[in-house]
DNA sequence: AAAACGTGGAA
DNA sequence: TTTCCAAGTTT
């Protein structure tokens, strides 16, 4: 019994898919990978805005291999998951220097960058070069979970090995490039999560969950865990000149690589914070006013942020631009790639008073 | 193997 | 309001 799976998708995706989005106009190996990797836990209309500002600024791998870090992550500033910016800068870099500026057309080189694993060096491959790999990302998951009806989550590694075992025996030689665009699209406008229209689903003869009527079961959910309450204080630190202090967060963590206001160990205390800032900051403060807080939910906690603004005297000017340390004035701050959640501290209509 | 890593939209 | 999860990879 031949395998009808593939040549379905595509005579779906030629009618339904979707061809004209951003990469795929000007397609070549540095627009597909840099769109592959922004769409990393990314939804398509997330993207888009930030893929065109990013190709705009960088228009080609030599041009992001030799820009400043804080321009790659301004540009990433609001889309998340940071590490993404720092690792596409730095296997620009590998690029240009290792491969001569041409990216390598193998799955082994491919995903010794970093930043590239399986799904997306296959991504690449298929979508640039149009070799057959196959790709298994959230969409490509759900469909063959469904296909197949694949009990449990895909998080569990006997779960993913399956999947990925059917996405290979399914990966057709001729038309990789449409057909991965078009089990994505089938998963993103069909196979949806929620309500799939299996009524319009070219796969829907095969589908193993619906036969059942059990499209709802697949994939597994994710077993779930009470998220921890963590607390910090954001220290909005201003001179005279109305000039408020950022620091540079380290290279992991939440955040990585991006400036930020000054965070500081809420073990202190309201009481000590005086002291505790200008310990850890070198800097002559003022009485900190505390400034209501707010809750912060991220993928694995909530974040309990409490601001507390303090004026410093603009003798102590020493620790100016030293280091991780650095005065902005507002404007500039707003273009230093700042997280989002500080971005609105600073820009909330009912909050800017506060700087 | 499991946790960490972000943000916005949908349910 | 809370939870889930979306074109996953790294540690």
Known sequence: MP?????????????????????????????????????????????????EAFMERFPDVQAL??????????HWSGLGYYARARNLQKAAQTVVRDFGGEFP?????????TGIGRSTAAAILAQAFGIRAAILDGNVKRVLAR??????????????????????EHTPEQRVRNYTQGIMDLGAMVCTRSRPACDSCPLQ???????????????????RKAKP????????LQDSEGRILLERRPPSGVWGGLWSLPELDPAYGADELQEACEQNLGLDCGE???????????????????????????????IADQGHLKWLHRHEALNLGLPAPIRLLLTKPEQTALL
């Open 147 to 168: 296909y197949h009806a694949i009990p449990g989550w895909p998080g569990q590694t006997a779960v993913l090995n399956q999947l990925w075992q059917r996405a290979e």
């Open 65 to 74: 291999a030799e820009a400043p870090v804080d321009d790659v992550l301004s």
């Open 205 to 223: 003869h095969g589908c193993q969950a619906y036969a059942r009527r059990e499209t709802s079961l697949y994939p597994g959910s994710k077993p």
């Open 229 to 236: 309450e963590k607390t910090t204080w954001m220290m909005i």
């Open 288 to 318: 900190p006013e505390l400034i209501s807080g707010f809750r912060h939910t991220f993928s694995h906690y909530h974040l309990h942020i409490q601001p507390a603004r303090l004026n410093v005297a603009s003798g102590s000017k020493s």
């Open 3 to 51: 395998d009808r799976f593939a040549q379905k998708l595509l005579q779906w995706y030629d009618s339904h898919g979707r061809h004209d989005l951003p990469w795929h106009h000007n397609r070549n190996a540095y627009r597909v990978w840099v769109s592959e990797i922004m769409l990393q836990q990314t939804q398509v209309t997330t993207v888009i805005p930030y893929f």
């Open 105 to 113: 057309q193998t799955q082994e080189e491919l995903e010794s960058l």
